[in-house]
């Protein structure tokens, strides 16, 4: 028998051990203060020595000036985040921990998965993402006037300052990051969008000019007493290995060719040994370099009426995933269930998606799948997933690390997709465990 934990009155919780004190630093860019498009920034993550930092609590922040002549419009579902395209940590010794091409990209469909009052509360203030983030955008021809539409614009030679949460393996691991006991100084490494890539604007002005500053990296610095340091570095030096989990995401990219009907095959490369997820993001090619366009978050669909992959030589699943666009017969909940699955937000019922538009109006407007893409020339909000997991636990995913075992997307695009306006870029996030490790001389490597 035991005493249930509410009628427990005399028990005294246990102090934490060992004892940390909480501090915070600032690490601010190692290459200069303003920067603008296709720039590097390169943020230096500086721990005292003989610390830990808690890189889960960690945020970016930096300021967005707009230094063209007219309005800019920042993304609907990310904001100011669509200004970082490409994202690197790189180690003290040179080791390349992490990379994520098209960091803005996947940040855009991690937020479309997302509950519509998340992304208009929240990350409107951090990053000014749309006020109506369910609202379908223009991938192509522009709109007039995109004032009054939820967007947050930024009026020309005027800022707002953004703050962001990184959607990283190496920020987001399951322990504590010993940067203060490794070698060298380790950092990270922003590429920065083009100019007409980051913002829409009006379809009166086909151009965008900004620039980023005051950036600051805002680290919680966890530092243990000098026992505790004492032992850990000597159970470095004992060769006791270092190990820390996460999960990343490696980019691979192919293209949907112009006019392209039928049967698509599409071939990416990947050598990662625990793939736990696939998701794909179709966006079309011209749409990236418009300012006309949604060019980060504009998901197309390409009429695709069904779709499976092949893993290693193997169709997964079987049976194709089916979806349909149109109001008769339409079918949005298989994609939508293996998009879940793939995030693991299947079995929650508090996971919602970014896809309701005008919900005070009587009859909501839905923007998931939307239909006749090639002649409304707005984007929506589906992306093409599969689970590969075993199993809820790390290392439960597909082996693709053996040569000869290739990912391929198999997809059937109809007569309706954006494909047939242009060209269609498909970024395939290949979803995988990660294990960042650190030897007895304090050097870091990745693992996946």
């Given at each position: ?161 953004m703050t962001h949460r990184p959607q990283s393996a190496f920020f987001n691991a399951d322990r504590y990051m010993p940067l203060g006991f490794s070698q060298g100084l380790c950092y990270l490494s922003l590429t ?109 669909n390409c009429d695709i009426t069904e779709y499976n992959f092949s893993v290693g030589g193997m169709r997964i699943p079987a049976q194709r995933i089916k979806l349909e666009t149109t109001g008769n017969g339409k ?71 053996g040569a000869g075992l290739p990912l391929v997307l198999h997809a059937q695009t109809g007569a309706g997709g954006i494909q047939n306006s242009g060209a269609v870029l498909v970024d395939l996030y290949v979803i ?17």
């Amino acid at each position: 028998m035991t005493t249930p934990s509410e009628m427990r009155l005399s028990e005294v919780p246990g102090m934490p051990s060992p004892a940390m004190e909480l501090t915070y630093t600032t690490a601010i860019p190692m290459n200069g203060n303003t920067f603008t498009e296709n720039q590097e920034v390169r943020i230096g993550l500086n721990v005292p020595q003989d610390c830990f930092v808690d890189l889960k609590r960690a945020y970016l922040k930096f300021k967005v000036n707009n230094t063209g002549a007219a309005p800019v419009f920042l993304d609907p579902l990310i904001g100011g985040a669509a200004v970082i395209d490409n994202w690197r940590v790189i180690s003290g010794n040179g080791a390349l921990l992490e990379e994520v091409i098209h960091y803005n990209t996947l940040y855009a469909a991690m937020n479309a998965n997302k509950n519509v009052d998340v992304v208009s509360t929240i990350h409107h203030l951090y990053e000014g993402a749309s006020k109506r983030p369910g609202k379908a955008e223009k991938v192509a021809t522009g709109t007039a006037d995109l004032t009054g539409v939820g967007l947050t614009s930024i009026t020309n030679a005027e800022s707002r300052v953004m703050t962001h949460r990184p959607q990283s393996a190496f920020f987001n691991a399951d322990r504590y990051m010993p940067l203060g006991f490794s070698q060298g100084l380790c950092y990270l490494s922003l590429t920065l969008a083009q100019n007409t890539t980051a913002f829409l604007t009006n379809s009166g002005t086909d151009a965008a000019t900004y620039s980023c500053s005051e950036w600051e990296l805002h680290l919680p610095i966890l530092k243990p007493g000098p026992e505790f340091a004492a032992m850990f570095r000597s159970a470095m030096s004992s060769g006791v290995p270092i190990q820390i989990h996460s999960v990343g995401v490696q980019n691979s990219q192919q293209a949907i060719p112009n006019g392209t009907t039928g049967e698509n095959t599409l071939t990416f490369s990947t050598r990662k040994r625990s793939v736990k997820s696939l998701m794909a993001a179709l966006r079309l090619n011209t749409a990236i370099t418009s300012s006309l366009a949604n060019s980060v978050s504009g998901f197309m669909n390409c009429d695709i009426t069904e779709y499976n992959f092949s893993v290693g030589g193997m169709r997964i699943p079987a049976q194709r995933i089916k979806l349909e666009t149109t109001g008769n017969g339409k079918d949005a909940g298989e994609i939508l269930a293996n998009q879940q699955l793939a995030l693991g937000h299947y079995s929650s019922d508090l996971r919602g998606i970014c896809s309701i538009d005008a919900r005070h109006n009587a009859d909501p407007t839905e923007t998931y799948l939307i239909d006749a893409e090639n002649t409304s020339k707005e984007a929506g909000k589906a992306l093409f997933s599969l689970d590969l997991e075993s199993y809820n636990a790390a290392f439960a995913g597909k082996n693709l690390a053996g040569a000869g075992l290739p990912l391929v997307l198999h997809a059937q695009t109809g007569a309706g997709g954006i494909q047939n306006s242009g060209a269609v870029l498909v970024d395939l996030y290949v979803i995988h465990d990660v294990v960042y490790t650190m030897d007895s001389n304090g050097i870091m490597n990745a693992s996946s």
